[in-house]
């Protein structure tokens, strides 16, 4: 259901930005403050507790005394740099942070790349807030607030420019390794 809600909250976050031209960070930001407002809302603030032992053991357990959580994140920034590396997709997004007007004359179809996009994303904020729900074990409807600019903080560390075209998913690792540690 996580993932699900992401994936939908970025469809819709793709759409803004595709559509009405609002600009991604707004759209993003926009979407964050909507979606909290209807998980105050429907959750009414109530703490949910995590009774499945097997997701629990899951994401909190250790292979070789490294936390399996750790080696999750490692697994997707390997996934997301080999696409962005070594894909049409990925070269594709560095086209389109370069100059869309550019990459959608040389035959991108960036509205489409675009919403792709803001999905992936939402897909992974959906699995982020599942992974920090069962890292808890409890889940309720401020669990994130707070976090939105640490993570802002993260990417620019690691070199990611927010407006697009440069950075990656190395980056943002990287940038989240200094602002963590």
Do not use: H
């Amino acid at each position: 259901i996580s993932l699900g809600i992401g994936g939908v909250a970025g469809v819709i976050s793709g759409l803004l930005n595709t559509g009405l031209r609002i600009p991604s960070f707004i759209a993003t930001l926009g979407m964050s403050w909507v979606l909290y407002g209807m998980a105050v809302y429907i959750g009414r603030a109530v703490n949910v507790i995590i009774l499945d032992e097997r997701i629990f053991n899951a994401i909190n357990g250790t292979v070789l005394g490294v936390p399996q959580i750790a080696i999750l994140a490692v697994v997707l920034a390997v996934i997301m740099q080999f696409i962005q590396n070594r894909t049409q997709f990925g070269r594709y997004l560095y086209a389109i942070g370069g100059d869309e007007a550019i990459a959608q004359q040389g035959g991108v179809k960036v509205v489409k790349i675009k919403i792709a996009v803001f999905t992936i994303a939402g897909i992974i904020y959906g699995l982020g807030a599942l992974l920090f729900a069962c890292r808890l074990g409890v889940a309720t409807s401020r669990m994130g607030n707070g976090l939105l600019f640490p993570t802002i903080t993260a990417v620019a560390v690691g070199g990611v420019a927010l407006t697009g075209g440069l950075g990656g998913a190395k980056n943002a690792a990287l940038g989240a390794l200094i602002v963590t540690a």
